[in-house]
């Protein structure tokens, strides 16, 4: 097993390549797909790098096993916390499970049976806390002050960015580096600055952007604003693109990314459907908001090779949006 | 592109090898998936040839190709034609797409719309009659009639049986001849036929079963009884399987396949759903019998390398039977 250094600073671009190089045996180096009739619909050339096939279902599960390896054996040996209903508190359970250590995981007490299950499956604690900021983390805290376990933060970490860049880095590998632009969802924004490293240090050419769903457009509005945005409201059915930017993340994507798109909910499941029906690919609301984004916005796209990371598959098949 | 001679007798090996080569500028080149969980689940090891992401969204495309290349030049030019409700129209409506030739479906009025847009979509002319095979027969032979286009049996046929084979030549191939079985499932027997052709010309060891649905069981009756036997009824969810076994496809399944595993659609449906959940991709509900056989008879799989042939994804996400 590789163990990695503590990342305190922006992640190098040597940092990504071992990086990469640790996490090998925690992930799967997942498949690009390419659609004919999805280029057909859009003009453009699409390469989908379908993170769905990715273990736990999801991009998660590369920077949680590089933030996991990042703590000293005697500090991975307590554990590892985070407080997540998503595909984060996956990742940290199955990095954990994979390292042989506990996971002790916060969710909230409506999170959906299926993800409690699932990360109860690979063998967590589950503490359950009201769906409230202030109580997520008070519950947190508890649980680190009772375990001593180290706390993966979802995504503004040098490490879990480092981890989510190495998505990109394999689809600049796997087209050659022809990619014109790469797209990637914008929640937390830890994929997203990782995608803009990995494309800073290893494309010639290729440009990123983030996609996001205009009921919250924190990113966005970050953008334009010059500081980190929040959201009023957390209404989208892209239910894992709800938080705003963090003070690791803001800064990497305010110095890389040129622009957020922004599409409706609406826009987002017909991209979803679009995906499900011609790919025969199962991918959650807040993986589709980026091909929702290339059918919005046709003239930015048209002729374009373009790179798009599909986030993840975990969906509720009893409740589709459709 | 490269014409192929018409076949009258059942397929040798240099047929299908020829066949191969001349169908690969009509058919991609499918991937197989593996699934870490449902090995754990099924204690088998799994390898999924995933047809559902071939042309048209099934494995049909293989056969329709082949058939279509048998014709002469000017018998093509007349156009291809046949009756279907399901993947073989989209496969010779396709075919013919690509030949630049016309196509002539007959399919019933009641025909899923979705089916019917796809068949249309590929520019084929629809024909549209009563859902009885005596009122299906005369529309076609109307057709025939009237254009002179060429008939494609969807599986009766030694040209489609050749073609179906390829999918198990790929299967072999990518698995190094390492699998102990290989799992299609069983309409009209076809892909059954030409999977088992398969394994007898490329594999030195590979054993071919077949998995039905228990309403529609003709083939496995058809075994014992050394007969071709008909279901008394089509009451099953997997809507691909209904026909019975025809003259050409019977006796080589007669002689090449030792059992046909039978399945009930619950046992279905859950296969359907274990296959959505933890592979993330779509398949339809006659392209989940197979891995519903390994789970209900695990003595038989527990310990062996098996093969599935997913054999398409074409489904209604409107009307999804869980």
């Known amino acids: 097993m590789i163990e990695l250094p503590p990342l305190d600073r922006v992640p190098t671009q040597a940092d990504l390549l071992v990086t990469h190089e640790a ?11 390419t659609n004919r009739s999805l280029d057909e619909l859009t003009g453009a050339r699409l390469s989908f790098k379908c993170e769905n096939f990715q273990r736990i279902g999801a991009f998660k599960m590369r920077g949680g096993a590089s933030a996991a390896l990042r703590f000293t054996a005697e500090q991975r040996e307590r554990g590892l ?27 909230p007490h409506d999170a959906p049976r299926v993800k409690v299950a699932a990360v109860r499956g690979y063998g967590a604690e589950i503490t359950y806390c009201n769906n409230t900021p202030a109580e997520r983390q008070a519950a947190l805290e508890g649980v680190v002050a009772r375990t001593g376990a180290a706390f993966i933060h979802p995504f503004d970490d040098y490490g879990v960015i480092a981890g989510q860049a190495t998505a990109a880095m394999e689809l600049l590998e796997d087209t050659d580096d022809t990619l014109d632009y790469i797209l990637t969802p914008v929640g937390g924004g830890g ?8 494309a800073r240090y290893f494309s010639l050419g290729a440009q990123v952007y983030g996609a996001e769903p205009e009921g ?8 334009r604003s010059g ?21 690791r993340t803001f800064p990497i994507i305010h ?18 459907r679009l995906i499900w029906e011609r790919m025969k690919i199962i ?8 091909l929702a984004a290339v059918l919005r916005y046709p003239d ?18 009893d409740r589709l949006p459709f």
Chains 1, 2 share one sequence.
Request: aromatic share 4%.
């Open 23 to 33: 996490i090998h045996p925690f992930v799967h180096r997942t498949p690009i797909l």
């Open 81 to 107: 916390a985070t407080h997540s209903s998503g595909n984060h508190a996956q990742a940290v359970a199955s990095a954990a499970q994979q390292l042989g250590v506990p996971a002790y995981i916060v969710m």
């Open 191 to 198: 994929l997203l600055a990782g995608t803009a490293l990995a």
């Open 216 to 223: 919250v457009d924190d990113a966005a509005r970050s953008l």
């Open 227 to 247: 500081r980190i945005e929040v959201n009023e409201t957390n209404h989208t059915v892209s239910d894992g693109l709800r938080t705003h930017l963090g003070e």
């Open 255 to 272: 110095r890389h990314v040129p622009e957020i798109f922004v599409v409706s909910d609406d826009e987002t499941v017909a991209a979803m």
């Open 283 to 290: 991918v959650e609301p807040s993986c589709s908001v980026p």
């Open 300 to 317: 930015h796209f048209r002729g374009k090779q373009v790179g798009i990371i599909l986030t993840g598959g975990n969906v509720d098949v």
